[in-house]
Nanobody, 124 residues
Framework: QVHLVESGGGLVQAGGSLRLSCVASGRTERTTYTGWFRQAPGKGREFVANFYWSDTSTNYADSVKGRFTISRDNAKNTVHLQMNSLKPEDTALYYC?????????????????WGQGTQVTVAS
């Protein structure tokens, strides 16, 4: 089992920044990817970004490319999501997720472990 705890959400004005953090504990040695997903009210959960621990490569949804950056703090088993130039449409509950899979890692179904989520609200 992998336990994930997110933090860093909040209310910010459009154009502002937030930094989300995800701390992993438990059986993390098999984790291949850590991902961030988000879910807005009335919508499905969507991929935001992920981080591949083996070679530190990253992937982003087109909607956040150039604005969001995913990074890791290896010693603390933590993944961060730096969000800049925030827009009202970025408002959502943001979830951290972990998987030991190698493919399809931009899909919700690829991730068996999830945090409880942290709310991000961007005011216009």
């Amino acid at each position: 089992q992998v336990h994930l705890v997110e933090s860093g959400g909040g209310l910010v004005q459009a154009g502002g920044s937030l930094r989300l953090s995800c701390v992993a504990s438990g059986r993390t040695e098999r984790t291949t990817y850590t991902g961030w997903f988000r879910q807005a009210p009335g919508k499905g959960r969507e991929f935001v970004a992920n981080f591949y621990w083996s070679d530190t490569s990253t992937n982003y949804a087109d909607s956040v490319k150039g604005r969001f950056t995913i990074s890791r703090d290896n010693a603390k088993n933590t993944v961060h999501l730096q969000m800049n130039s925030l827009k009202p449409e970025d408002t959502a509950l943001y979830y951290c997720a972990a998987t030991s899979q190698y493919s399809g890692t931009d899909k919700v179904d690829a991730y068996p472990y999830w945090g409880q989520g942290t709310q991000v609200t961007v005011a216009s």
